[in-house]
């Protein structure tokens, strides 16, 4: 069988490519170098189709001095020449990563195993869709209404605003029922109406910060970082080392990640991130969700990269064993 792989990742990770051990995606194509998988990378503007078939202009990468790095010649390849395709650009999830995810579209999922599929991921809101799992997740509203964002800040005198569409923290408000910029934050945000966000009931322990709990397949990770929030900031968005810990996870976390887990393998997304406060689910990330490696190998003193290797070499065993299955008929 071709062992031959393809990573979608995001802009700035293609310029800053090598000694970037901050990314999960240098941690994942190094592991895969090193058991001898051919990996090429490539970004969303880098994919098209030509006849009604996927393509992409990929670069081949390679390993030198336990790092990575990757050829400047671009090689036209169409996307079933890869085994499996790993889609991991960052949001935005704007019209261009839309595009990008229509590419699929256009392969075939029998022939290259999609991690995740982008047709599913352009599906699957990280916000928006925790609602599928209504006991794990705080209170929360999803709307453009102005008037409906104030009512739930009256009723719950504190609230969480998010965008829908990015990541890391950025465009996320706390309100207060007692902000005198209540109003204009809230007209802001839903461009006086017309943008739909989500409002999550505030949950006070945010000050102690949120886990991340790691989903491979239909696999939780014991592994768990908690993120602390950075100075200045009611939320995580400093990836420095000194704003992460070890943590653990309740048995009713581990319960929740499952059941989520499970759900979301049906749906073709293999890799996923829950954020997690007081036992509440905030978000699922499922477009590049980040598994800290560096992270979780200095607080657990363990190479967690071998773990994660083990469960994807497990998935991509398991879905190409239906044609070997097949070919014995």
Sequence with gaps: MSKNILFIIDDIELKYFE????????????????RDYKVSVAIKSDLFIENAVGCVFSRESYIQDSNIFYKNHKNKNCINDFQVVFFR??????????NACYVFDFVDKEKTLLINNPVEVKNFNEKFHINYFPDAIPENIVTSSIDLIIKFV?????????????????GVYYLNIEDKNLLNIVKSMTQKGKTVVMVQKYIPEVKSGDKRVLIIGDK??????????AEHD??????NDRFFKDSNLTSEEKRNAQNIACQLVKRGI???????????????NVTSPCYFIREINHHYNIHFE????????????????KDRLYAFN
């Design 306 to 321: 071998d773990k994660i290797m083990k469960c994807l070499e497990e998935i991509i065993d398991k879905h190409f064993s």
């Design 234 to 239: 009611f939320k995580f968005s400093n990836h």
């Design 154 to 170: 009256e009723e719950n005198k504190e609230a969480i605003l998010k965008p829908l569409n990015r990541c890391f923290g950025d």
């Design 19 to 34: 000694f970037n051990d901050l990314v999960t995606d240098f941690w994942l194509i190094r592991e895969f170098l090193k």
């Design 270 to 284: 293999y890799l996923a991130g829950l954020d997690v406060i007081n036992g509440k689910v905030i978000e699922i």
């Design 220 to 229: 939780v990770m014991d592994e768990c970082i908690q993120k602390l929030p």
């Design 89 to 98: 650009p960052d949001p935005p999830v704007d019209i261009d990563y839309i």
